[in-house]
């Protein structure tokens, strides 16, 4: 069973950075995709960042010139560099994966922007 783990996050200032990560005990390149949620209190999760199988990238209107999702195959890693960091991104980033029908979704890191 394929299990993810992030790390990274924390408190930050506003117009600070922060780079998440998050760890798989399956092999990431076997994936159709590979993405970063974020869930605000009290609102819904949403989806923030993708990446797919063939290394394409998307990204939320909302994070978009300021975030980057990147894949390291080697270490079987995700991460999330994010920049410019605005109290609106404080939320909980949540690792996720989908291969075919199956979805894998890691316990989430906090990330607080704030002075």
């Known amino acids: 069973q394929v299990q993810l783990v992030e790390s990274g996050g924390g408190l930050v200032q506003p117009g600070g950075s922060l780079r998440l990560s998050c760890a798989a005990s399956?092999?990431?390149?076997?994936?159709?995709?590979m993405a970063w949620y974020r869930q605000a209190p009290g609102k819904q999760r949403e989806l923030v960042a993708v990446i797919f199988s063939g290394g394409s990238t998307d990204y939320a209107d909302s994070v978009k010139g300021r975030f980057t999702i990147s894949r390291d195959n080697a270490k079987n890693t995700v991460n999330l560099q994010m920049n410019s960091l605005n109290p609106e991104d404080t939320a909980v980033y949540y690792c996720?994966?989908?291969?075919?029908?199956?979805?894998?979704w890691g316990q989430g890191t906090q990330v607080t922007v704030s002075s």
């Open positions: 996720n994966a989908q291969r075919r029908a199956s979805i894998y």
């Open positions: 399956g092999i990431i390149f076997s994936m159709n995709a």
